[in-house]
């Protein structure tokens, strides 16, 4: 390899280094960002659902430097193989991780209304399962993109049932409330968005987590695809 080669070939790399380090500070402030929402929510925390909103902007701002750096590095470095579809799925990832951002938005505009209505339906404990549960998820799923880790890739898309289990058992408890008092049905649907929106963090950690596999391993679990049988040849 010769002295200008090599000094592309670390260039590459540095880049590469970049963008793995963007992806994670945007993939930290998302998931800060669902950690505060909940927590004015708890609370009923009007000040931080606003700081929440607020913040919104900079996640929007990361997203655009992460595709800015992707576009350069296709563009500029014709990259092959694993290096390829890194950069194609770190394009992905940045618009989900721009969708967790809105998602914490929403639960805190949920906040900010409750605290309005002056409600005391708190289903707390749920919540707090499923609001951990989908923030875990999320920052493994990182992690296993940036490590190429299919294994912890399909453990994370294997835990998106336990958020799901705990939506539908939430929607049954809001229901209950509603039955039983119809004046906590506002209160109540607000819950449920809120229950909602965390259940959509999950589901966009398993987009990212099923990213992973397929840098690690080359192989397309989405829609369970790898489970198809391949269609004979004529």
């Known amino acids: 390899m010769s002295p200008a080669d090599s000094a592309g070939f670390r260039h590459f790399h540095e880049q590469l280094d970049q963008l793995k380090q963007r992806l ?11 950690d ?20 919104d902007s900079e996640i929007d701002s990361l997203e655009v430097e992460v595709e800015g750096l992707a576009v350069q590095l296709l563009a500029l470095q014709q990259p092959m193989a694993r290096d390829l579809r890194f950069i194609i799925s770190a394009i992905k990832i940045s618009s989900d991780l721009e969708r967790v951002g809105d998602h914490a938005v929403n639960i805190a505009q949920s906040t ?7 409600s005391n339906i708190t289903p707390d404990p749920e919540i707090e399962d ?23 890739g399909r453990d994370v898309c294997r835990r ?24 906590t049905i506002s209160a109540a649907l607000e819950l449920f968005l809120v229950s909602r929106n965390l259940e959509r963090v999950a ?10 596999v397929y840098l690690a391993e080359g192989k397309t679990i989405k829609h369970r695809l790898e489970d198809r049988p391949v269609a004979a040849s004529a």
């Open 24 to 34: 994670l500070d945007m993939s930290e402030r998302a998931e800060a960002l669902v």
């Open 160 to 183: 998106d049932d336990q958020v799901d289990a705990l939506h539908d058992s939430l929607f049954r408890i809001l229901l209950t409330h509603m039955l039983e008092d119809p004046t």
């Open 203 to 212: 589901d966009l950690a398993t987009n990212i987590a099923e990213d992973a």
């Open 130 to 152: 499923m609001a951990r549960r989908a923030r875990s998820m999320l920052g493994d799923a990182l992690d296993a993109f940036v490590r190429a880790d299919g294994v912890l």
């Open 36 to 55: 505060l929402s909940v927590e004015a929510l708890l609370h009923r925390d009007a000040g931080k659902a606003e700081a929440v909103i607020e913040a």
């Open 112 to 118: 900010q209304r409750l605290v309005e209505m002056k």
